[in-house]
């Protein structure tokens, strides 16, 4: 009799997970559609400083689709007055000294190099310029960068770096470590 009650409970058990796995499904895929494919037009990322190295550094940017390249535009404040590197990275995590995103995004294996460089990661941005007052603004437009397929930067790190990059130096350009990270993900049109 106790296997039997056993095996009824298991039995229920079973239903009980394989009806809330569809309706979970169910519930998503009008989210899925929404976001599968070219429909993603725009993805923000909220940067948070790292509390390892002290920073203030803070700042939003967002990632827009036009055409067949990406704008990135943002302002940064908290930053030395110079030059930073500003890249994304791998993986979209974030912790207390940045180290959890991984190395600059590069799917295709590519040298380092600066953002105007025909060949390089694609994750590469360069440098932004940080004024007397520490705040910096990021405006340019990118051929490489994407919201689908290999080169997709959703659900990525932000990166903004310590020193300037060097624009050559395998694997990250001695930019130093790392003041603020933030997870690229998708925003509202």
């Known amino acids: 009799m106790p296997i039997k009650k056993c095996l009824a409970v298991l039995a229920v058990g079973a239903l009980v997970c394989w009806v809330m796995l569809g309706l979970r499904t169910q519930a998503a895929a009008p989210q899925k559609a929404e976001l599968g494919g070219s429909s993603v037009t725009k993805a923000i990322g909220q940067l948070i400083p790292t509390t390892k190295t002290e920073s203030k550094v803070k ?67 360069g440098n932004i310029k940080a004024d007397a007052n520490g705040v910096a603004t990021v405006d340019l437009d990118d051929d490489l960068m994407s919201f689908s397929g290999t080169n997709s930067i959703l659900g990525r790190g932000l990166v903004v770096h310590e020193k300037a990059d060097d624009l050559k130096s395998d694997p990250s350009g001695n930019a130093g470590g790392r003041l603020a990270v933030a997870i690229i993900g998708v925003a509202k049109p």
Do not use: C, Q
Not at 72 to 95: A, C, D, Q, R
Not at 113 to 123: E, I, M
């Open 59 to 125: 700042g939003t940017v967002t990632f827009t689709l036009t055409g067949n390249k990406m704008h990135v535009y943002g302002e940064i404040s908290g930053l030395t007055p110079g030059e930073h590197g500003f890249h994304v990275h791998e993986f979209g995590v974030w912790n207390e000294d940045g180290m959890a995103t991984g190395g600059h995004f590069n799917p295709s294996g590519e040298h380092h190099a600066g953002h105007d460089s025909a060949r390089r990661h694609v994750g590469d941005m």
